[in-house]
């Protein structure tokens, strides 16, 4: 109980240097809340043979801002006036029990939150909310000391977040609701094992804004004028990353019976370079969305290393009847940007018309391996420098059925 305290206490001081933070920045004190959260998740991969309880507390504590009519923002109109929270966050998973002597920490993160209303009336407001920030693992993966713990192998991971809520406004200031989230925890593939943590549950939540709230303020409809460039966009993106390969982690490190030589077999893996360049097409419609098409060329630089540790695990002949080892792949992909000011939300999903990458993708996914399948997606943000002859640098995370291949940062220019 005594930990829990001094976490609470670290969090409240995080929450009161970020408020300083805020207020120096102009935001107005009116426009601010402080809100408390409990969530209680299950791990639903439900697959790890050595534990027996997979359920977590997760505490957190946030700084929200309110945004506003009186600030004339086209862009929080167009989403209703969302409320903006920079929150801090402990994830209980050093609760877990296991059948041997795995040892899991808790994650503490440093979050964003994005909280949109659909529907608002004087009692009762909903909608649905989305989290993104930074996580720290205190305890990660030893092939010798801890071998159990194959979900979180790196210090720091990225952590996103996405449901729904419900909450009663009582009196002016308070408001007491509840959430039903999903949560994810992963390090991109920038080190192995990274099986993951996927937790989804419940919370309750209390928030104290500084003013009153009048919900008929953030109802009604100002019109604020509306500027953007409606009509087709092209875009020439170059990008690239590091992961460590799955492939090479069965052949050499998890084939190895003894922890000794499996810890030395872990240390010798190296991070391969991933290379993108992209050609995307959309269509922007209004101010907050587009929709287009997209064709990446992507190159991996570890296809020799790649061969060889697929003849360890899967024999010759599976590589032998294999499409063969291409650094290139190409892929087309539906896309989509979402738009608040300069700053946009990029999604992409895409299939390989051409891809050779060894062995079958049935047979990779077999092995937990799910790189070498068919499509694949990419979740990320851009920000736009309209004064640079719209560049713009991004962030994303590359995957295929939702388990991470790499972390791809990018650089572009909008034509």
Sequence with gaps: MKRLFTYAFVLICLATATVNTVVAKGIKGSDLSVAAQGWYGYDIEKTRPNITSYGYMNYEVALGIQTNPDNKNPYAEAFGFPLIDIGASIARVGNFKFTDQTKFPNLYSLYGSFERTILRTKPFSAGYLLNFGATYNPGRYDPVNNPGN?????PFMAY????VFGKFHIGKRWEVGANFMFRHFSNGRLALPNEALNGMGVGVFARYRMSDYDY??????????????RGMQYMIVVGGGVHTCMAEWNAYVESEPDPVKKAEAAAKLKAHAKLSLSFDALYRYSMRYATGVGVDLFYSSNMKELEASDRVFYGNEAVDNSPGYNPFSVGLAVVQEVYWGNFAVHVAIGAYPYRH????GELAKA???RERGWHYEK???RYYFPKLGDTFVGFAIKSHSIKAEYLEFSIGIRL
């Design 150 to 154: 194959n979900w979180l192998s790196s």
């Design 160 to 163: 996103f977040g996405a449901g």
């Design 216 to 229: 008929k303020k953030y109802k009604t409809k100002y019109n604020f004028e509306r500027t953007y460039d």
């Design 357 to 360: 990458k060894g062995v079958r």
């Design 367 to 369: 092995a937990g391996d």
């Design 379 to 381: 979740a990320g943000f």
